[in-house]
């Protein structure tokens, strides 16, 4: 039979090449081609098949090469990314810090230390860039995806121009695994009914076990394995913690893909909720920091900058930065550091207490990263294991200048009390708190540069790397202080397993990687030359450029609202000399500092950058965007709904909204009716004792807002709900009005009551009919406080404004059975 040829009405046509060519690897596609009226096309081989199609199976040949999955390049290593959150390079054992990282410290005795890779200053974005090798405006991640807007290089989505590691790898042979934090989902797409478009499965993983958000409850996690939203496996009371669930889920992926696919290779992104806030951590590594955070923030950046220049981390003559480098008018509040000899005694007992939770946070989740090293160990892997451990940012200062026991106050701009903060002294890093320790920490773990997290200076950008490979890497224990990025992980692992980002995939062009391979500084000297020229920064309104050993940095503080971009003052630091960005060159170096800026303007509009946006976390956070379900005045929810993310579930801030429940009481009723939010923010609907209870959590500050019915509901149907009118804004932007709860159409409770101005949580805890996920909103019942004793129809939500009593009786009538 003649492959080459196709029968078209009576003549033999030759088939073009395009027609016959078609995806040789694991995923295989299917073309589509224009047609018109009368065309027949009909399917061919693949190209290159070298087999004999006969009527008789008998008397064919068949050839099973263009069929068989391709093969990850012999020899090639498997690859393990170990990525913590919020670490500045003062923080880590391994750098001189104090928290002790026994599994880094024992990668980094075995490999080699970086001490200048730099990243974006931001999760969302640093994660896009190490996924796809590409910047991270390039990416649509301008800042995390919940501050997406309507601008190329703020989309919250990684376009097709961006395939990503996960995605070359995966058609190359190698399985692919992601566990813990996600963070480049789009914020309309959490949700069980939403796309999965941009999901890890669909971005090049077989495996998916973590969460989407930017954070989580360490204790109470909203959990999603592979294309579906889960339950934790145990709860706080039986030993769980995250980042231990995380070691067990990784250990059992391996030891499941050994078992079945023992030569194929793989990668595994693993990306623990550490160091994000909420600081949760077991109380035995609490207590091994006890005391040792008591000497304050000033005195631990003077002791760790010695440690890192004695272990050669930063060359000898670094001076230190100041902890407050902003003039007044130019600088965020929110980020000023309270220096410690101006604190009272309850605040240097709380504000020592957070650095203790941190630090323990930090080695317990190392802990269980070392139970990960030891399998690879026990079972013959890591020596040819490319182990790459670091951080996504400089560490936070989202907890304040004060500190926070709940981290959502500063989302929502609203300031911390430190009476309310010593409620929870001894507590603190437990199911109890959310907590996030203040500014004064963020510098010191940031050591030794200006600012921390969010910002263009180094105390944003630059974060611990460690890499291990013993069958790849000849040096022992060695530091490296060639310049990197956080887009140059793509090109490394790349050229490690070798393996080239295709040019095209999948019929997309793709854009060039914006990183180079750092796999020539394995064998390169300590002091070697740097192969990268320049690297743009660009996070909240900050803005800065690197190029061959100079930088210039736009003094302008993040989250400030205050905008008036061309009036910003640059700074120029020759960072080969000054490696703590402490000497503004500006004066001396007018010339130098103009190349440099022109430099910015180059990057930003080849990468997409602009708009700059400075606006506040809460007024970044509030924007409506757009979603596949259009924005709607009234929400109906049914029972068995589960924890409908905040992002596409009704939105109630800064607006009048009601709650209406149809329900048929049996006898002995109780439990959760509707919930949404947790202890730390949130509103609940509920029966308790046979009476209605309404509960707003206001930001976790006691004592929380409560309307209870004063007479037990006795058996029979009801519409039960509350009314929530606003009548203006506080002082911090919260709602204030007056509330209602009905039964039926009587008012059974009344009085005033304020709601938060933003998110209750960007760690989850959904929306919920019938129970209340993951940690309860109420301290009037435990979680999941499931709802028995009676039937609930149906539950509306409207924000629409119009009169509780008109759509009380609408509702009624609607579900009358």
Same mark, same amino acid.
């Given at each position: 039979?003649?492959?080459?040829?196709?029968?078209?009405?009576?003549?033999?046509?030759?088939?073009?090449?395009?027609?016959?060519?078609?995806?040789?690897?694991?995923?295989?596609?299917?073309?589509?081609?224009?047609?018109?009226?009368?065309?027949?096309?009909?399917?061919?081989?693949?190209?290159?098949? #070298?087999?004999?199609?006969?009527?008789?199976?008998?008397?064919?040949? *068949? #050839?099973?090469?263009?069929?068989?999955?391709?093969?990850?390049?012999?020899?090639?290593?498997?690859?393990?990314?170990?990525?913590?959150?919020?670490?500045?390079?003062?923080?880590?054992?391994?750098?001189?810090?104090?928290?002790?990282?026994?599994?880094?410290?024992?990668?980094?005795?075995?490999?080699?230390?970086?001490?200048?890779?730099?990243?974006?200053?931001?999760?969302?974005?640093?994660?896009?860039?190490?996924?796809?090798?590409?910047?991270?405006?390039?990416?649509?991640?301008?800042?995390?995806?919940?501050?997406?807007?309507?601008?190329?290089?703020?989309?919250?989505?990684?376009?097709?121009?961006?395939?990503?590691?996960?995605?070359?790898?995966?058609?190359?042979?190698?399985?692919?695994?992601?566990?813990?934090?996600?963070?480049?989902?789009?914020?309309?797409?959490?949700?069980?009914?939403?796309?999965?478009?941009?999901?890890?499965?669909?971005?090049?993983?077989?495996?998916?076990?973590?969460?989407?958000?930017?954070?989580?409850?360490?204790?109470?996690?909203?959990?999603?394995? #592979?294309?579906?939203?889960?339950?934790?496996?145990?709860?706080?009371?039986?030993?769980?913690?995250?980042?231990?669930?995380?070691?067990?889920?990784?250990?059992?992926?391996?030891?499941?893909?050994?078992?079945?696919?023992?030569?194929?290779?793989?990668?595994?992104?693993?990306?623990?909720?550490?160091?994000?806030?909420?600081?949760?951590?077991?109380?035995?590594?609490?207590?091994?920091?006890?005391?040792?955070?008591?000497?304050?923030?000033?005195?631990?950046?003077?002791?760790?900058?010695?440690?890192?220049?004695?272990?050669?981390?930063?060359?000898?003559?670094?001076?230190?930065?100041?902890?407050? *480098?902003?003039?007044?008018?130019?600088?965020?509040?929110?980020?000023?550091?309270?220096?410690?000899?101006?604190?009272?005694?309850?605040?240097?007992?709380?504000?020592?207490?957070?650095?203790?939770?941190?630090?323990?946070?930090?080695?317990?989740?190392?802990?269980?990263?070392?139970?990960?090293?030891?399998?690879?160990?026990?079972?013959?892997?890591?020596?040819?294991?490319?182990?790459?451990?670091?951080?996504?940012?400089?560490?936070?200062?989202?907890?304040?200048?004060?500190?926070?026991?709940?981290?959502?106050?500063?989302?929502?701009?609203?300031?911390?009390?430190?009476?309310?903060?010593?409620?929870?002294?001894?507590?603190?890093?437990? =199911?109890?708190?959310?907590?996030?320790?203040?500014?004064?920490?963020?510098?010191?773990?940031?050591?030794?540069?200006?600012?921390?997290?969010?910002?263009?200076?180094?105390?944003?950008?630059?974060?611990?790397?460690?890499?291990?490979?013993?069958?790849?890497?000849?040096?022992?224990?060695?530091?490296?202080?060639?310049?990197?990025?956080?887009?140059?992980?793509?090109?490394?692992?790349?050229?490690?397993?070798?393996?080239?980002?295709?040019?095209?995939?999948?019929?997309?062009?793709?854009?060039?990687?914006?990183?180079?391979?750092?796999?020539?500084?394995?064998?390169?000297?300590? #002091?070697?030359?740097?192969?990268?020229?320049?690297?743009?920064?660009?996070?909240?309104?900050?803005?800065?450029?690197?190029?061959?050993?100079?930088?210039?940095?736009?003094?302008?503080?993040?989250?400030?609202?205050?905008?008036?971009?061309?009036?910003?003052?640059?700074?120029?630091?020759?960072?080969?000399?000054?490696?703590? =960005?402490?000497?503004?060159?500006?004066?001396?170096?007018?010339?130098?500092?103009?190349?440099?800026?022109?430099?910015?303007?180059?990057?930003?509009?080849?990468?997409?950058?602009?708009?700059?946006?400075?606006?506040? !976390?809460?007024?970044?956070?509030?924007?409506?965007?757009?979603?596949?379900?259009?924005?709607?005045?009234?929400?109906?929810?049914?029972?068995?709904?589960?924890?409908?993310?905040?992002?596409?579930?009704?939105?109630?801030?800064?607006?009048?909204?009601?709650?209406?429940?149809?329900?048929?009481?049996?006898?002995? !009723?109780?439990?959760?009716?509707?919930?949404?939010?947790?202890?730390?923010?949130?509103?609940?609907?509920?029966?308790?004792?046979?009476?209605?209870?309404?509960?707003?959590?206001?930001?976790?500050?006691?004592?929380?807002?409560?309307?209870?019915?004063?007479?037990?509901?006795?058996?029979?149907?009801?519409?039960?709900?509350?009314?929530?009118?606003?009548?203006?804004?506080?002082?911090?932007?919260?709602?204030?009005?007056?509330?209602?709860?009905?039964?039926?159409?009587?008012?059974?409770?009344?009085?005033?009551?304020?709601?938060?101005?933003?998110?209750?949580?960007?760690?989850?805890?959904?929306?919920?009919?019938?129970?209340?996920?993951?940690?309860?909103?109420?301290?009037?019942?435990?979680?999941?406080?499931?709802?028995?004793?009676?039937?609930?129809?149906?539950?509306?939500?409207?924000?629409?404004?119009?009169?509780?009593?008109?759509?009380?009786?609408?509702?009624?009538?609607?579900?009358?059975?």
């Amino acid at each position: 039979m003649n492959l080459t040829l196709k029968r078209h009405s009576s003549r033999l046509v030759p088939i073009p090449r395009f027609v016959a060519t078609f995806a040789t690897s694991v995923l295989l596609t299917s073309a589509s081609y224009a047609q018109t009226p009368g065309d027949f096309i009909d399917p061919s081989p693949p190209e290159g098949y #070298d087999g004999q199609i006969e009527l008789d199976i008998r008397d064919s040949k *068949p #050839d099973w090469k263009p069929y068989i999955p391709k093969a990850a390049p012999e020899g090639a290593p498997n690859v393990l990314f170990i990525l913590y959150d919020d670490t500045g390079i003062g923080a880590w054992s391994a750098y001189g810090g104090r928290i002790q990282m026994p599994t880094l410290d024992r990668l980094a005795k075995n490999g080699l230390t970086y001490t200048q890779w730099h990243n974006t200053a931001l999760c969302s974005p640093t994660r896009s860039t190490i996924l796809t090798g590409r910047n991270h405006h390039l990416n649509g991640m301008s800042c995390i995806t919940e501050g997406a807007q309507g601008y190329p290089g703020w989309s919250g989505r990684i376009p097709a121009q961006c395939a990503t590691v996960a995605q070359v790898l995966q058609d190359s042979g190698f399985s692919t695994f992601w566990l813990g934090k996600n963070h480049n989902v789009a914020e309309p797409d959490v949700a069980p009914g939403a796309g999965r478009q941009e999901w890890p499965l669909a971005k090049g993983f077989d495996r998916f076990y973590g969460f989407l958000g930017g954070e989580t409850n360490q204790w109470f996690p909203d959990l999603v394995e #592979d294309n579906r939203f889960v339950e934790q496996p145990y709860g706080p009371e039986d030993g769980y913690h995250l980042s231990k669930d995380l070691a067990d889920q990784a250990i059992r992926m391996l030891r499941n893909q050994k078992a079945s696919n023992p030569s194929r290779p793989w990668f595994m992104w693993y990306c623990p909720g550490a160091n994000h806030a909420p600081h949760h951590a077991p109380e035995d590594y609490i207590a091994k920091y006890k005391g040792k955070f008591d000497d304050g923030y000033e005195a631990y950046r003077e002791w760790v900058l010695e440690k890192m220049i004695s272990k050669g981390i930063m060359p000898e003559g670094t001076e230190l930065t100041p902890l407050n *480098p902003f003039p007044e008018d130019r600088a965020n509040k929110a980020d000023y550091v309270r220096p410690w000899g101006e604190l009272n005694e309850d605040e240097k007992k709380l504000f020592s207490r957070m650095a203790e939770v941190f630090a323990a946070f930090s080695e317990y989740t190392d802990a269980q990263v070392g139970r990960l090293i030891d399998y690879l160990e026990e079972t013959g892997q890591l020596d040819n294991t490319l182990v790459i451990y670091g951080a996504d940012n400089g560490t936070s200062g989202e907890g304040s200048p004060s500190g926070s026991v709940n981290e959502n106050k500063f989302f929502n701009d609203y300031p911390d009390s430190l009476e309310e903060n010593m409620k929870y002294l001894d507590v603190l890093g437990s =199911e109890e708190t959310y907590n996030h320790m203040p500014t004064g920490w963020a510098a010191a773990f940031s050591t030794p540069f200006k600012m921390f997290k969010r910002y263009s200076h180094s105390g944003g950008t630059c974060s611990p790397l460690v890499i291990h490979w013993p069958k790849g890497i000849k040096a022992r224990g060695e530091v490296r202080h060639q310049y990197s990025h956080s887009v140059d992980i793509t090109p490394t692992i790349l050229e490690a397993v070798g393996l080239e980002m295709p040019s095209v995939y999948r019929g997309v062009q793709q854009w060039p990687l914006s990183g180079k391979s750092m796999l020539y500084s394995f064998d390169a000297k300590p #002091d070697g030359p740097t192969v990268r020229d320049r690297q743009y920064f660009a996070m909240l309104g900050t803005r800065g450029v690197w190029e061959k050993g100079w930088k210039a940095v736009a003094v302008h503080a993040p989250l400030t609202d205050r905008g008036k971009f061309p009036e910003d003052e640059w700074e120029l630091y020759h960072v080969d000399d000054d490696r703590s =960005e402490n000497k503004n060159l500006a004066k001396e170096h007018p010339d130098k500092l103009k190349a440099l800026v022109k430099a910015w303007d180059e990057e930003a509009e080849s990468n997409l950058v602009l708009p700059l946006d400075d606006r506040t !976390a809460a007024q970044i956070l509030a924007v409506e965007r757009p979603s596949a379900e259009p924005i709607r005045e009234r929400y109906t929810y049914y029972p068995g709904t589960t924890a409908i993310p905040e992002g596409v579930a009704v939105n109630v801030r800064n607006r009048s909204y009601k709650v209406l429940a149809n329900v048929t009481i049996e006898q002995d !009723a109780s439990g959760v009716i509707f919930a949404h939010g947790s202890r730390f923010g949130g509103h609940s609907l509920f029966i308790k004792d046979g009476k209605l209870h309404y509960v707003y959590n206001f930001l976790g500050i006691k004592p929380e807002q409560e309307f209870v019915s004063k007479k037990a509901l006795a058996p029979g149907k009801y519409t039960l709900g509350m009314e929530f009118t606003r009548e203006g804004a506080g002082d911090n932007r919260e709602s204030l009005g007056k509330t209602k709860l009905y039964v039926n159409d009587e008012v059974v409770a009344e009085g005033k009551m304020r709601t938060q101005p933003g998110k209750f949580t960007l760690s989850g805890d959904g929306l919920c009919i019938g129970y209340d996920s993951g940690d309860a909103v109420s301290e009037q019942y435990q979680s999941p406080g499931r709802f028995t004793g009676g039937q609930i129809q149906s539950v509306e939500v409207s924000v629409d404004g119009a009169a509780y009593e008109d759509r009380e009786l609408e509702l009624r009538r609607a579900l009358r059975d």
